[in-house]
T-cell receptor, first 110, second 114 residues
Framework: GENVEQHPSTLSVQEGDSAVIKCTYS??????FPWYKQELGKRPQLIID?????GEKKDQRIAVTLNKTAKHFSLHITETQPEDSAVYFC?????????FGTGTRLTIIP | DSGVTQTPKHLITATGQRVTLRCSPR?????VYWYQQSLDQGLQFLIQ???????AKGNILERFSAQQFPDLHSELNLSSLELGDSALYFC?????????????FGSGTQLSVL
């Protein structure tokens, strides 16, 4: 089955700086890659996603890049703000199954 | 509010017992997914249903079972509970039509096995 690895497991950045979270996947047949944000005690919420026919997607301060050859994708958050503090999960989908990474706890230092 | 409803929000029970978790998907969504999240852990995929039929299975224990009813709500049954089953159980739904794959999560059921 699909295996998704996510790094780093924890990340602290100064407010205003950029944060990058990286994921790799094992199955080249995976074709959809969403990112979820989970604030403390809350449900995971989709923040951005990308399909395998696209190399990059941007939504305001958030961007995702995909390298199909290397089988890795990354989340980029620019101009970080305190409300960006949360756990972020990447995921890869093959057929009907969505496999999540282990999560990155992002802390924004004021 | 995601539109996905999970009940109960909290459940406290003893080892060896059996519990049922309930999920109502967003209006119009045909797919329901169940995930388990242990303390400081990721989201472990358990099982997926689409329009009443099992579509994909993950690391679901034999003591666990699920079903999706004609009105599209789903139930996750956990039996012979062990301490290690204590976790946050999320239900998610998606339209799953064409390229519409986005998952919307419920608030979860926090299960504590004592």
């Amino acid at each position: 089955g699909e295996n998704v690895e996510q790094h780093p497991s924890t990340l602290s950045v100064q407010e205003g700086d950029s944060a990058v979270i990286k994921c790799t996947y094992s199955d080249s047949a995976s074709n959809y890659f969403p990112w979820y944000k989970q604030e403390l005690g809350k449900r995971p919420q989709l923040i951005i996603d990308i399909r395998s026919n696209v190399g990059e997607k941007k939504d305001q301060r958030i961007a995702v890049t995909l390298n199909k050859t290397a089988k890795h994708f990354s989340l980029h958050i620019t101009e970080t703000q305190p409300e960006d503090s949360a756990v972020y999960f990447c995921a890869a989908r093959k057929d009907e199954k969505l496999t999540f990474g282990t999560g990155t706890r992002l802390t924004i230092i004021p | 509010d995601s539109g996905v409803t999970q009940t109960p929000k909290h459940l406290i029970t003893a080892t060896g017992q059996r519990v049922t978790l309930r999920c109502s998907p967003r209006s119009g969504d045909l797919s329901v997914y169940w995930y388990q999240q242990s303390l400081d852990q990721g989201l472990q995929f358990l099982i997926q249903y689409y329009n009443g039929e099992e579509r994909a299975k993950g690391n679901i224990l034999e003591r666990f079972s699920a079903q999706q009813f004609p009105d599209l709500h789903s139930e996750l049954n956990l039996s012979s509970l062990e301490l290690g089953d204590s976790a946050l159980y999320f239900c998610a739904s998606s339209a799953n039509r064409g390229t519409n794959e986005k998952l919307f999560f419920g608030s979860g059921t926090q299960l504590s096995v004592l």
